[in-house]
């Protein structure tokens, strides 16, 4: 298991202040900047090799995420709630576009969530970068019956579909698929 030590430096007058966390190994985890308590610009977190992990804004809350090989994992905005001091985090959901991408570098998925849950159209894609499935979520992330479209890795339609699906059956369809598509 690795081990985490924080130091983070605070003078009561000042308003900024520069935040880092170490590794137990004294490689650095995260940096960033707190301005009047809270962090504010971009905050940066790395894998314990220095290669970066995630950068964070929070100013405008894009998020970018990294395989520890560079490659862009996922990437995509959060909306900031409450601040809670007593962790010093904010409470925050997804929202807006979000990207994911295999380690190969090729698309995963793509759609929109609001209110931390997936709405409207949605593409997930198989490692080859082949459609693997397409269809539409509604408020709370809800698939839409009779909008879900499944496709093989040729790209070719795969009858992975049951006919006239019940709201239940779209739940384990997607579930289904994004499992297919990540171990393919």
């Known amino acids: 298991a690795k081990s985490l030590a924080k130091t983070a430096s605070f003078i009561d007058s000042r308003e900024e202040s520069e935040f880092k966390e170490y590794y137990i190994t004294d490689e650095i985890k995260s940096k960033g900047f707190y301005i009047k308590g809270k962090k504010k610009g971009e905050v940066k977190e790395f894998y314990e ?16 995420r990294f395989f520890e090989n560079g490659k862009v994992k996922e990437t995509g905005f959060v909306k900031y709630g409450e601040y809670i001091s007593g962790i010093g985090e904010y409470n925050s959901e997804t929202t807006g576009e979000w990207k994911e991408y295999y380690e190969n570098g090729k698309l995963k998925s793509i759609g929109i969530y609001s209110s931390g849950g997936r709405v409207g159209k949605w593409q997930q894609y198989h490692n080859n970068g082949q459609l693997s499935g397409s269809g539409s979520y509604k408020e709370g992330g809800v698939p839409v019956p009779d909008s879900w479209t499944t496709f093989d890795r040729s790209g070719q339609k795969d009858g992975f579909n049951i006919p006239e699906p019940q ?17 393919s």
């Open 49 to 64: 090799s220095g290669k970066i992990k995630e950068i964070e804004n929070f100013d405008n809350g894009k998020i970018t």
């Open 167 to 183: 709201e239940s059956d779209y739940k384990v369809i997607c579930g289904l698929i994004a499992a297919r598509a990540k171990s």
